[in-house]
């Protein structure tokens, strides 16, 4: 069936994983407060621990993930004409035509026009 319109969807994942990582620490601060101080009776609801324990380590992976996909949007954004190079673009990002060919350069496979399955 090659005879189909080839739609593309971009978005920014990297935005996602920020809100993630906000709300993950920001929930891991509050069960924080719940937490006895030395020498206190612990009174924090059961599970409360491991809950803490659960946020505190989706909020660093989710950190991670935040890093890795500003990078790959970075370089996939350069290798886009339609992304990068629209008329004022470069008035715009201040990144000249040149850099951006070195920039997707650098990405090597991460800017070929494949599918992320097909690879």
Same mark, same amino acid.
């Given at each position: 069936?090659?005879? +189909? ?25 509050? *069960?924080?407060? &719940?937490?006895?101080?030395? +020498?206190? $009776? ?21 950190? +991670?993930?935040?890093? $890795? =996909? ?5 370089? *996939? ?5 339609? &992304? =990068?190079?629209?008329?004022? =673009? $470069? =008035?715009?990002?201040?990144? %000249?035509?040149? $850099?951006? %060919?070195?920039?997707?350069?650098? +990405?090597?496979? *991460? ?5 992320? *399955?097909?690879?």
């Amino acid at each position: 069936m090659d005879n +189909g319109v080839p739609i593309w969807v971009w978005h920014y994942f990297s935005l996602d994983h920020a809100r993630a990582t906000s709300s993950l620490s920001r929930t891991c601060g509050e *069960l924080e407060t &719940l937490a006895p101080s030395s +020498g206190e $009776e612990d009174t924090a609801p059961i599970g409360t621990r491991s809950d803490h324990r659960s946020y505190a380590t989706s909020s660093v992976l989710a950190s +991670g993930a935040f890093i $890795e =996909a500003c990078g790959n949007e970075f370089i *996939l954004t350069a290798s886009r004409d339609d &992304l =990068a190079h629209v008329e004022g =673009a $470069e =008035a715009r990002t201040g990144v %000249q035509l040149d $850099e951006r %060919q070195r920039i997707t350069a650098a +990405g090597g496979d *991460l800017s070929k026009e494949s599918r992320t *399955l097909e690879r």
